[in-house]
């Protein structure tokens, strides 16, 4: 039986981690993904939650693969939940949505362009599901105390999330500010990082956003020694050959590996 309570988030020895690929191009894709993915997690004793959009709506351009729809999406992700019986995050973009995806997922994830959306964040959180709120690049983390408020007070709700995914610097560009996770856990929310958005050069290929996926391990090992409680990490079979965000993203292959070396992080800081 999937479960997440409230110890499922809490500080541990370890970190959890949210993983998966950005989007569902196939259920073959997302099988594969999150079956290795959960393989390594109970290797490693990492509580896991498998994470991809069935859309993206706010990709560069108008063209852009933006995945498999509202209902075909929502109907992988509800039999990938049943047949690895693994706890599901998917992102959401209106009121509408919110409602329908909290029907298969047990994370509801606002997008950085959508946190500060008073109504949106209201129904997530009146779902009962948690919300992952990411913060926007355009917002300090004490901003975040804003959104927090919206569903506390409008959906009397405590089940969130905090996730920081970097700040914009100038045109295609961002930057981490660590000093973001601590000001953010005086919230008394969990608070991950987001390692493989903060590397994206938003907008930078054009049509399409680029990426420096080089840099995605020693952000993530900068955020584990700041006291990140979880880390946010989009992994894929070949991210060369991705639809979205391949640049970015971590190849399902050195994932292990690259978890290994954050619990060591983790571990030495007692």
């Not at 390594?40 to 993206?56: A, E, G, M, N, P």
């Not at 998917?90 to 298969?104: G, K, N, P």
């Not at 919206?150 to 920081?164: C, D, F, H, P």
């Not at 952000?219 to 946010?232: E, P, T």
Request: charged fraction near 25%; hydrophobic fraction near 40%.
């Amino acid at each position: 039986m999937i479960r997440i309570d409230r110890n499922f988030f809490k500080p541990s020895k370890s970190f959890f981690l949210i993983a998966g690929p950005c989007v569902i191009e196939s259920y073959k894709q997302i099988f594969t993904t999150a079956k290795t993915l959960k393989t390594i997690c109970q290797k490693l004793k990492i509580r896991f939650v498998f994470k991809t959009s069935y859309d993206k709506a706010n990709r560069s351009s108008f063209l852009s693969f933006r995945g498999q729809g509202v209902e075909q999406g929502l109907k992988m992700l509800g039999q990938l939940r049943k047949e690895l019986n693994i706890p599901i995050l998917t992102d959401v973009h209106s009121i509408e949505e919110a409602f329908l995806a909290a029907a298969v997922a047990d994370v509801l994830q606002i997008p950085a362009f959508l946190c500060r959306q008073t109504d949106l964040l209201i129904a997530a959180g009146k779902t009962g599901k948690w919300v992952n709120i990411k913060k926007g690049q355009f917002l300090s983390p004490r901003d975040m105390e804003k959104a927090i408020e919206k569903i506390e007070r409008g959906a009397k709700s405590q089940r969130i999330l905090l996730t920081e995914r970097g700040t914009s610097f100038g045109y295609h560009n961002l930057v981490v500010d660590f000093r973001s996770i601590p000001i953010m856990k005086r919230t008394g929310y969990p608070v991950i990082f987001d390692a493989t958005h903060s590397v994206q050069l938003p907008g930078a290929e054009g049509d399409r956003s680029g990426g420096e996926r080089q840099f995605v391990a020693p952000l993530a090992r900068a955020a584990i020694a700041a006291g990140a409680d979880g880390l946010f990490i989009e992994t894929h079979p070949n991210p060369d050959e991705a639809l979205s965000d391949g640049a970015n993203m971590v190849p399902l292959a050195e994932m292990e590996s690259l978890l290994k070396g954050l619990l060591k992080i983790r571990k030495s800081l007692g």
